[in-house]
């Protein structure tokens, strides 16, 4: 007989199960998680998405905050382009979306437009199932921080110390121009009054009575090569200029408020310090946070960002932030010595709360090795003293 060698069966066949979950193994991550999230009401944050009428159906909102969730969870950080890949070929994504595609773009409108606000909070839920769970204890707190580099450019800094030195320079500058006009406007009496401060409504009233006084039109003012200037329009000039320098000066010392000495222009939040990754090898300093983490049990139970360059700044913004999260203080907050200062001792003491974070300038004992070594050198000195 001839042997007949053509396959008439196809290898990319159809086959059971037809459930995903049926394909995952019963202790896999993506159920763990499913589970954990099935017990949170997180219908709760969904509230601001619009409702259409007319096209296509959405997205289902709570697969696609569940499929954000558990992409940042196994990669720590994953892209948009990342996500939509995930539910084309990731069974665990597939199975969160139920088989549906989001593109990037629709991941991106969802996380910036409805999440975005809420983050915190479903941060929080999702500790708080997670403790009731595995009974946290909250009362013992391990804190530690690290300096991160801000999404800024670097050359755009903003000193507060450069700034007063230059609006203490500008009140000269303004002192030295009304003097000036107050010899030309003499034959009218008028004298204007001239201080060690200034503010910028005080220039503007300056302005506004000079206008009055010698019948100003803006209009006829010239400009450009050729042309001279009358001496009315270049006081005009000069005032309105140190009107907006001084208004500029006020706004870089506003931001950078009482508590920190600097800021970038491209993102006023963000604050110039000394980080660990000098990548650029010169000692320079970097617009950068300060991310704080209170860890308990294993568990991330607090995360708080700070513009503060020291540690020890850090700790009572994180303790208010612990109180207004859980209700109370922790008992045992344990930090190194970056954390020990007067002041956090002087909080944990009126909050009764443990201090057990060491003061920077304690000194040190000495180790016990140490200790023997030194008493038996002392020792065979002794015995060779008495030989001898």
Same mark, same amino acid.
């Given at each position: ?10 290898? &990319?066949?159809?086959?059971?199960? !037809?459930?995903?979950? =049926? ?18 009401? !997180?219908? *709760? ?8 009428? #007319? ?6 909102? $709570? ?22 890949? /995930?539910?084309? $070929? ?46 946290? =204890? ?6 530690? %921080? ?11 800094? +903003? ?23 107050? &010899? ?16 910028? =409504? ?17 209009? #006829?003012? $010239? ?5 001279? &200037?009358? *001496? ?12 907006? &320098?001084?208004?500029? @000066? ?12 600097? @800021? ?18 010169? =000692? ?5 946070? /300060?991310?704080?983490?209170?860890? #308990?049990?294993?568990?991330?139970? +607090? ?27 922790? *008992? ?6 970056? @954390? %020990? ?35 038996? +050198? ?6 060779? /003293? *008495?030989?001898?």
């Amino acid at each position: 007989m001839k042997i007949s060698t053509i396959n008439y069966n196809n290898p &990319k066949q159809g086959y059971l199960p !037809l459930f995903l979950s =049926d394909c995952l193994d019963l202790l896999d991550p993506v159920l763990t998680f499913d589970r954990l999230m099935g017990g949170i009401n !997180l219908n *709760k944050y969904l509230t601001d998405i619009p409702e259409y009428t #007319t096209g296509r159906l959405r997205y289902n909102p $709570v697969n696609m905050l569940k499929t954000v969730l558990f992409g940042f969870m196994t990669s720590g950080y994953c892209s948009l382009r990342e996500l939509e890949d /995930n539910c084309k $070929v990731n069974i665990r994504f597939m199975y969160l979306m139920d088989h549906q595609t989001p593109s990037y773009r629709t991941f991106g409108y969802f996380i910036n437009e409805v999440l975005q606000d809420k983050i915190e909070n479903i941060f929080n839920d999702i500790n708080q199932a997670i403790f009731n769970e595995e009974h946290v =204890d909250l009362q013992h707190i391990y804190i530690d %921080g690290s300096k991160f580099e801000a999404n800024a450019n670097k050359y755009t800094w +903003v000193w507060k110390k450069a700034t007063e030195k230059f609006r203490y320079k500008l009140y000269k500058k303004i002192t030295v121009e009304i003097e000036e006009i107050n &010899k030309e406007i003499a034959w009218s009496e008028v004298q204007i009054s001239t201080n060690s401060e200034y503010v910028p =409504d005080y220039l503007n009233e300056i302005i506004d009575q000079l206008m009055l006084l010698w019948d100003l039109d803006i209009s #006829t003012f $010239v400009y450009g090569s050729g042309k001279r &200037k009358s *001496k009315e329009q270049r006081h005009y000039e000069h005032l309105t200029g140190f009107c907006q &320098k001084l208004q500029e @000066y006020i706004e870089k010392i506003d931001i950078c408020g009482p508590d920190r000495n600097s @800021y970038s222009k491209t993102d006023k939040s963000a604050t110039f310090m000394r980080i660990k990754t000098d990548y650029m090898g010169n =000692d320079q300093l970097l617009p950068a946070y /300060n991310v704080q983490i209170g860890v #308990t049990d294993e568990y991330i139970a +607090v995360v708080d960002v700070n513009h503060y360059r020291s540690d020890m700044d850090c700790f009572i913004p994180l303790m208010k932030h612990f109180k207004q999260t859980y209700g109370f203080y922790p *008992k045992y907050p344990v930090a190194d010595a970056g @954390y %020990g200062s007067y002041n956090n001792y002087i909080f944990c003491e009126q909050n009764g709360i443990e201090k057990y974070m060491k003061f920077q300038c304690l000194k040190r004992k000495p180790r016990i090795e140490s200790t023997m070594k030194i008493h038996f +050198v002392q020792l065979i000195l002794e015995l060779m /003293n *008495k030989v001898s």
